[in-house]
């Protein structure tokens, strides 16, 4: 090994840190890159970065390729407690087994339960916790299934709190 | 129907409808010239707004020039760098009809409403004489976020992450229809580059050079919240903004009309903490949030220049990271509790386990509480994508413990100071020394950021990102000036051992430096150092930071046998904070060159600082190298 190759070796030592960084995901901060959800670990896809490039027809921000948002580029109204559930799935169900939370009152709000029913939610959703998440396969989808199963069955919040989504809209 | 009527009908039908028509083309073209007129009158064009609107900023040999890149932000092929050929082809814009439109494509009155708005207020459209064109998406995008505040968003420091070093800002949108209390369903905007390279140095260039394209996004903001606070485990710090219903609206406006086109990225100049700005001042045009910064613009100095307006931040929140948050319960936790979450993170033992169901439950919780939060980031940074992040077992457990942990109101412990406390960022430097030879005066400057020795409220205080800084010294007795040092980037990452977490230190430097082991008359050399270290802090807020690293080393210099060394060190040394203001450094290190020129010898270092300000400080440095010695006392003012 020549003396050069051995300084471009030491040299190349220098760049390790950097290329370090650039290995996770594009990167998210004022600045270089902020391809949300993109190709992240542990995160889904439900939201795209790039802006729809004609002008004309331009949708602001999200655009999606879901049908989870509107032409208006937000998320359409009876989306929102699914796409809500899917993108906070692990705080809520952390949340739910804690009785408590700002994700979980969140979605007490989504579902139009009054601020003082939100403390018998987290009771509720806490003492169903074994029937809300039934596997460690469950999903969002399921967990809003049987929240609204538990709280049509209950005796107060099925009348607080608004659970068919045709109210929202 | 008598023919002779029709025949009338006809005549006149067919000689009435291109007088109409003509008549018509005529007023628009009449009303037109009248309001182009006008606004020269009024020099519409040279209005701040105006300018604030279109970007337009006086470029140095470039006059006016807008920072906007997309063409389609402009109605004027001269729209970039002229603003008075740009308004006057907005105006004509607006009168294009509605059958000229692309089907799929929005009228430019809805693509541009606050320049429609604000020309609207100066000239008092007339509705006979110009037809106002219907917006229904800019219609319900306004109706659906509704806006009665905006809050200005700091994303803490992200050593991982070259980006997201010195923060990040965002705008939270704060609407009527998700409510108080209800943050986390606002909607957030975010600039942010659009970078097309995976390659590290490419990517830091480009950054630099603004070779990346730059939009502006609007994101929920539990999207954003997921991203920082849980996934890369940054605090959040939210200031709460006040603005008035026409402000906030004048401000969506603008933001739609941004949608559509992008920015250089400037990791420096234009960045994300500027373009924030800039929609500030849309919205109160007589804020003049940008005209401090310079060289550039980093988020913590946008928050500081914030806070300096008059009432304009009603209020500061503090929204902790999943790490924090689990550390807050640490804090709380008996040795006990500490083992067995430890235990347990280590899977050693399980919710089921007798060591753990000795606890009280509120103790069980409470560990339980910890390991989730733990679980979560755990979780969030493995690439499964698997639904379940947190085992069932373990939330299941926690859900037969009662709700809350104990009796007492959690306040929550602030692990990171608030950005706007901390010094500023640039530094200026004035010392005077003396080394075995002879006395020296010291001039320092650098434009960013901060150094371990530096008061560390409002950064991150285990870490330090030093870039361009430059020292001169002046010798008294051989009466020379001498480049002492220049600092290209140098990075300092100190992660504090910690049982459930094991990262390691780690530190990075680019400079000229002296050869200060050597007696050289003061000669300079290239060196580059990447190293990697364990360091240790007894607990988060104690006062004692001890560390260690082992570098490799390089320098260059025409003064090195061969031109050239290559070796290492190994350092241990330490931080101790006395009182608030008065910090002391120890450190000493053993260097071996093995290649080129191949030497061996020690340094030692003794730095202690007082801060007498927030932006002033006293510093005194001992220093050995070999067996050469210098002494300086220095006076540090940062701005």
């Known amino acids: ?169 | 129907m008598q023919p002779i009527y029709l025949v009338v009908g006809l005549f006149f039908w067919f000689c009435f409808l291109p007088v109409t028509a003509h008549s018509q083309h005529k007023v628009t073209a009449d009303y037109l010239a009248e309001l182009q007129q006008q606004a020269k009158q009024k020099k519409l064009a040279d209005e701040r707004l105006w300018h604030l609107l279109l970007k337009y900023d006086k470029r140095l040999f470039r006059g006016m020039t807008s920072e906007a890149d997309g063409m389609e932000f402009f109605n004027s092929p001269q729209g970039k760098i002229d603003p008075t050929s740009e308004l006057l082809a907005t105006l004509s814009s607006f009168f294009v009809p509605l059958t000229e439109i692309t089907k799929g494509k929005e009228h430019p009155q809805c693509n541009f409403p606050a320049r429609f708005k604000w020309l609207n207020q100066q000239l008092a459209f007339d509705p006979n004489r110009l037809e106002i064109q219907a917006c229904d998406r800019l219609d319900r995008w306004m109706k659906a976020l509704d806006p009665v505040g905006a809050t200005l968003v700091f994303a803490s420091y992200f050593m991982d992450n070259p980006a997201s070093m010195f923060g990040h800002t965002l705008l939270r949108i704060d609407s009527r229809r998700t409510g108080s209390g209800n943050n986390l369903m606002n909607y957030g905007a975010n600039y942010a580059a659009v970078p097309d390279t995976e390659n590290a140095f490419l990517y830091a260039l480009k950054g630099l050079i603004g070779s990346f394209p730059g939009r502006f996004a609007i994101f929920p903001y539990y999207t954003k919240v997921q991203e920082y606070n849980n996934l890369e485990s940054r605090d959040l710090w939210e200031y709460e903004l006040k603005f008035t219903q026409d402000q906030l609206n004048m401000m969506l406006l603008h933001l739609w009309e941004l949608g559509g086109t992008y920015f250089d990225y400037f990791y420096f100049q234009e960045n994300c903490s500027y373009h924030v700005l800039s929609l500030l001042e849309v919205a109160n045009p007589d804020l003049r949030l940008k005209d401090p910064f310079s060289f550039s613009v980093i988020p913590t100095d946008t928050v500081k220049t914030l806070m300096a307006q008059d009432g304009l931040v009603k209020q500061v929140v503090y929204r902790p990271s999943v790490l924090s948050q689990m550390n807050h319960k640490r804090l709380r936790m008996v040795d006990d509790e500490k083992r067995i979450l430890r235990r347990m993170v280590k899977g050693e033992i399980s919710p089921e386990n007798p060591a753990f169901k000795s606890l009280s439950a509120p103790s069980q919780a409470l560990v339980l509480n910890a390991y989730m939060d733990y679980l979560q980031y755990q979780s969030m940074q493995e690439k499964s994508t698997g639904n379940i992040k947190i085992p069932r077992s373990v939330l299941l457990a926690r859900s037969r413990l009662p709700a809350t942990t104990n009796g007492l109101a959690d306040t929550i412990t602030r692990f990171s100071s608030r950005p706007d406390h901390g010094h500023g960022t640039d530094r200026f430097r004035l010392g005077i020394g003396h080394n075995a030879r002879e006395p020296f005066l010291e001039f320092a400057y650098r434009p960013v950021y901060h150094d371990l020795m530096a008061k560390d409220v409002g950064y991150d205080k285990n870490s330090e990102i030093i870039f361009l800084d430059f020292k001169l010294r002046y010798y008294l007795e051989s009466d020379r000036v001498r480049l002492d040092q220049a600092k290209i980037l140098s990075i300092t990452a100190l992660n504090p051992y910690d049982a459930l977490f094991t990262k390691p230190s780690w530190r990075l430097d680019l400079e000229v430096d002296t050869l200060r082991d050597r007696n050289c008359n003061y000669c300079n050399s290239v060196k580059g150092t990447y190293g990697r270290g364990i360091s240790y802090r007894p607990d988060f807020f104690s006062p004692l930071l001890l560390y260690s690293f082992a570098d490799l080393k390089t320098e260059f210099s025409e003064h090195l046998k061969q031109k050239f060394r290559l070796g290492g060190d190994a350092e241990v040394g330490m931080y101790y904070d006395v009182t608030e203001n008065l910090r002391i450094k120890l450190a000493g290190s053993y260097q071996i060159f093995v290649l080129g020129e191949s030497k061996r010898f020690f340094t030692a270092h003794f730095i202690t600082r007082y801060a007498l300000s927030r932006d002033l400080d006293l510093r005194i440095e001992l220093n050995r190298y070999d067996h050469n010695n210098e002494g300086i006392f220095s006076a540090n003012y940062f701005f």
């Open chain 1, 1 to 169: 090994m020549g003396r050069y190759s051995r300084i471009a070796v030491a040299a190349s030592l220098f760049l390790l840190p950097v290329s370090v960084f650039a290995a996770g995901y594009g990167a998210a901060g004022c600045g270089l890159g902020s391809e949300l959800m993109g190709p992240k670990p542990g995160a889904s896809q439900v939201f795209a970065s790039t802006t729809n490039s004609t002008f004309g027809n331009q949708t602001f921000g999200i655009t999606s390729g879901t049908s989870n948002c509107g032409d208006h580029g937000l998320i359409s109204m009876n989306k929102e407690r699914e796409v809500f559930a899917q993108e906070n799935y692990t705080s809520l169900v952390k949340e739910m087994a804690q009785g408590k939370g700002e994700n979980l009152s969140t979605l007490a709000n989504l579902y139009q339960c009054p601020a003082a029913s939100h403390q018998e939610f987290g009771a509720m959703v806490q003492a169903k916790f074994d029937s809300l998440v039934a596997s460690d396969q469950a999903n969002s989808t399921e967990l809003l299934s049987q929240l609204e199963n538990q709280l049509t069955r209950h005796p107060t919040l099925a009348k607080s709190c608004d659970i068919k989504l045709s109210a929202l809209n």
